[in-house]
């Protein structure tokens, strides 16, 4: 696998020169408030959409302007403004990794590949963003744009031989210009190389590209789900002030640390559940889950003590995922 044209790093920065987006975290590289403004965007851009993190980014700085306010944050108003961004063990993993890097590393983000791995929540690829973006080192963080990006050049698939096929990349690949190389691969891909349609006519690289050339390419894999899962989920009610019960469930790994309504999985189809009424059926789609919910409630007079009840119809400043709220609008129809 070999790249003949030397300058393809030059002709991508180039690209992005002149047509990289204006986003929030994208500030000046003198600013002070670029690590902060780097570490929440790539916490937040794991695995959800550009469009959909702006304004939680502009948002979370709006309350929470620093890393050491960030440490200082109490985790239900990290998750408070998280609320709707979903995937929250990026905001727990966020906050703790706040907390590390002011008692620890006295606000400073680690130099060391190994030791900045160590941080909750940065796996390879945010480690490498990291360096790259933050200290400008020579590093490309492989997401499903820049791997989408290579793939079509090389015409070849970034699975096998992974790490081979990085190394060659990386010495190929030659810039003093780190940080913007790594957000350029990436705007590129978003933007030029996209998953289906590629604006193969106007893209720059198309010379080099294996994949125009040839015009056959090993598609990127597209999102795997597991084998749709049937859920039932209880709610219990209390009528005259319209509340909900909600409980910790350990039934669920991916929602067990959330305050959701009685949630198991459903061994049967049958919509009778022992005085249960049934509401409706729904699908949710959570991180590779498909679920497939058949929604029960029953009203009580008491209130039993291990549950915690909150408000359906109201507003609250209470951290709810929007799994939740979900159930919410169901059943206050």
Not at 189 to 213: E, R, V
Not at 215 to 223: A, H, N
Request: aromatic share 12%; proline share 4%.
């Amino acid at each position: 696998m070999h790249i003949n044209n030397k300058n393809l790093s030059k002709k991508i920065l180039s690209w992005y020169d002149n047509n990289k987006r204006s986003l929030p975290w994208r500030i000046s590289q003198k600013s002070k408030k670029k690590q902060y403004y780097r570490i929440l965007s790539e916490f937040m851009l794991q695995q959800t959409q550009v469009k959909t993190v702006i304004p939680y980014f502009k948002n979370f700085v709006k309350k929470v302007p620093n890393l050491k306010a960030l440490s200082n944050s109490n985790n239900n108003k990290v998750l408070k403004l998280w609320e709707g961004l979903g995937y929250y063990r990026r905001a727990k993993n966020l906050h703790k990794t706040a907390k590390i890097l002011i008692k620890k590393y006295r606000g400073r983000l680690p130099k060391k590949f190994e030791e900045i791995k160590k941080l909750p929540g940065i796996g390879e690829y945010t480690a490498n963003a990291l360096l790259a973006l933050v200290y400008n080192q020579p590093r490309i963080p492989f997401d499903g744009n820049i791997k989408r990006v290579f793939s079509r050049l090389f015409n070849a698939n970034l699975e096998k031989n992974e790490k081979k096929i990085i190394k060659i990349i990386n010495e190929q690949f030659c810039t003093n210009r780190n940080g913007d190389l790594a957000e350029a691969l990436m705007e590129f891909g978003a933007i030029i190389c996209k998953p289906s349609n590629p604006l193969c006519n106007i893209c720059n690289l198309k010379k080099n590209c294996q994949f125009f050339k040839n015009e056959t390419f090993s598609s990127v894999s597209k999102k795997r789900y597991d084998k749709e899962k049937k859920y039932n989920i209880y709610c219990y009610l209390k009528r005259k002030k319209k509340e909900i019960a909600l409980t910790k469930n350990k039934n669920l790994s991916f929602l067990s640390n959330f305050k959701i309504p009685e949630t198991k999985l459903a061994t049967s189809n049958n919509k009778k559940n022992n005085g249960w009424t049934y509401l409706c059926n729904y699908k949710n789609n959570i991180s590779n889950i498909k679920m497939d919910i058949n929604l029960f409630y029953k009203f009580i007079k008491n209130k039993p003590k291990k549950y915690m009840w909150h408000p359906i119809d109201r507003r609250s400043n209470e951290f709810i995922p929007s799994f939740t709220k979900k159930v919410f609008k169901k059943v206050a129809k």
